[in-house]
C-alpha cells in the first residue's frame, strides 16, 4: 500500500515562508512524476508546482519566483520551499504523486491527506 505523508503546514504571516515535506512510502517501483497542488475554501484545486515525468518542473504563474520545488530521490520526498507569502496563498497543499507500481508496470496516481497552510497577520 502507498502512502504519501505530507508535514510542514501552519500559520505565518504575510511576507513569512514555509516549508512542506512530502514522502511516498509503500510498495512502488518508481515514481513517475509527483508534486504539489492547492485548494481554498470555494476554489478548484490547483497546480502549485510539480516535476513531471521528464524532470522538467511546472510553476502556476502566481507563484513563480517565489515557491521552489525540489527533490531526494533516495528519500523519495518532494519539497516545497514557499517564500515571500501571501494571504492568498492561503489554502490547504496536497501532494500528488504518479506512481509505476511494480510487478504489474501500471500507473498509479495518489494523494496526500493535505496539510493547511494559513498567511495572515
Known amino acids: 500500500q502507498v502512502q504519501l505523508v505530507e508535514s510542514g503546514g501552519g500559520l505565518v504571516q504575510p511576507g513569512g515562508s514555509l516549508r512542506l515535506s512530502c514522502a511516498a512510502s509503500?510498495?512502488?517501483?518508481?515514481?513517475?512524476?509527483m508534486g504539489w497542488y492547492r485548494q481554498a475554501p470555494g476554489k478548484q484545486r490547483e497546480l502549485v508546482a510539480a516535476?513531471?515525468?521528464?524532470?522538467?518542473?511546472n510553476y502556476a504563474d502566481s507563484v513563480r519566483g517565489r515557491f521552489t520545488i525540489s527533490r531526494d530521490n533516495a528519500k523519495n520526498t518532494v519539497y516545497l520551499q514557499m517564500n515571500s507569502l501571501k494571504p492568498e496563498d492561503t489554502a490547504v497543499y496536497y501532494c500528488n504523486a504518479d506512481l509505476i507500481i511494480g510487478g504489474t508496470w501500471s500507473r498509479e496516481n495518489y494523494w496526500g491527506q493535505g496539510t493547511q497552510v494559513t498567511v495572515s497577520s
Open positions: 516535476f513531471t515525468s521528464g524532470g522538467s518542473t
Open positions: 509503500g510498495s512502488f517501483f518508481s515514481i513517475n512524476a
